[in-house]
């Protein structure tokens, strides 16, 4: 428990800094919408652009402590503290910093839509995040944020910035190249995206969903053992 707190006081400015990029990003989000609004959009409707950046903002500032946990960990270790009890401390407070960052996201998610309802009454919002906030999605997203932010601080302790980034890169453009490879085999593409989703989508259905999920857990489980034996065992130099 005196680590724990110790690693929270050390971790602090984390917080702050996670927010104000989330409120920034609120705030673009909102202005990009008000213009759309104003000079293309020609629909009755509006969409949460502005929370669902702040959200997206959360998520990844989650994930970048990942980036960080190099410096917290050899910090940690050179100043006389356990290895065990970094590992065991460090993804609670990713948790925590997570946790706060939907929680505020949600809070700009309402102001963002009683704004609309009074700058556009009538009109009606085509993207609802409420859903996103339910409890099991949001255990889901917290658990997602920590495995991988405890993975990718391992994968930098052992192979540097540059195996860091190998895996952080694909990551972030991940979810656009999967929209473009979902476009491109509903519209029969025969492009080299097209062609390679549909060997993705062949494979995929060689087995039933409960079996990936099964091999996913299990590969899951497998990189998570990797990552702790790294930080256990791991040379560490300041």
Known sequence: MDFFLRHLRANRSGIPIMLAVQFG???FGIILVMIINRFINEELDFATV???MALMGSVFGGLLRGSGGTVRYRMAVCMGRTRRSYILADPVITALNCLVGIGFSWVLSKVELALYTALYPGWVCSMDLSVIFQWKFVLVIVA????????LGALQLRFGAKGFAAVWLPLCFFPMIFGQAARAVEAGSNSLLGRLSRVVLFVAGLLPPPVWIAVGVLLGLALLAASVQCYRRIEVRM
Do not use: A, E, I
């Open 50 to 52: 502005g929370s669902m």
């Open 144 to 151: 997602g944020v920590c495995f991988l932010d405890f993975c």
């Open 25 to 27: 990003l609120f705030l």
